[in-house]
């Protein structure tokens, strides 16, 4: 009981209304477990690394050359003009292409609006890597399909034929060392849980609107409001 004989009072807002429960942003309680959205997140995003493959093997440009029969009758491969740019502007398209991928997966990804947590987001940048691993496979094997490899012990070269031309299958990578191979691989993720990041902060809520939903009091405003007890209404003493 309080001083003035009455019970104790329900704590008010600001607005001078009682606390109201909101209910989630996601309207209902997923369908699947986080476990499974995540497998799925990740099963997606390989998917897409297959596409992703096929449109560099498409739009990868070949590196035309030839194979020359010197006087000494050795077989030497050279390159046409600035074709040799061709290795850097094939694998910058691979890095550009996964860019785009992780950027809209992360966006779709966000969309899932029960899931969003930590679990989706190391769940988008497994995925990225692994979406980069595929595209890289499927765009060298795309590429040997469509352009072959340069035999130039068996080129078709002669005294009297000495120059014969050849397209090489562009690569995937930058180079062949370990750290070129894992940068291309881990950029993808970078760029996605960067993406998801920026997402995550531009929420107010500190549930990001997932499922289980945080419960905190709202003002009249629908804006989080601070909580504090108003004290009883009591006569004041006049004004000296």
Known sequence: MGLAGEGPRTPMSLSGEGPRTPMSLSGEEPRISPVRAAITVVAGMALAGVLVGAVWVWLA???RGVVALTDDGDRVQAYLGNESEHWFTAAALVVGLLSVLAIVGAVLVWQWRVHRGPLQAT???????VAAAVAAGVGALGAHLRY???DVAGAPVSQENRVHYVVEAPAVFFGHSPLMVAATLLLPAAVAATTYLLCAVSTSRDDLGGWPPVEYPLGATGRTATVVPVPPAGPSSPSP
């Not at 769940?123 to 890597?129: E, H, P, Q, R, Y």
């Open 123 to 129: 769940a988008l940048a497994a995925g990225s890597v």
């Open 148 to 150: 072959g490899s340069v």
């Open 61 to 63: 440009p070949g590196i």
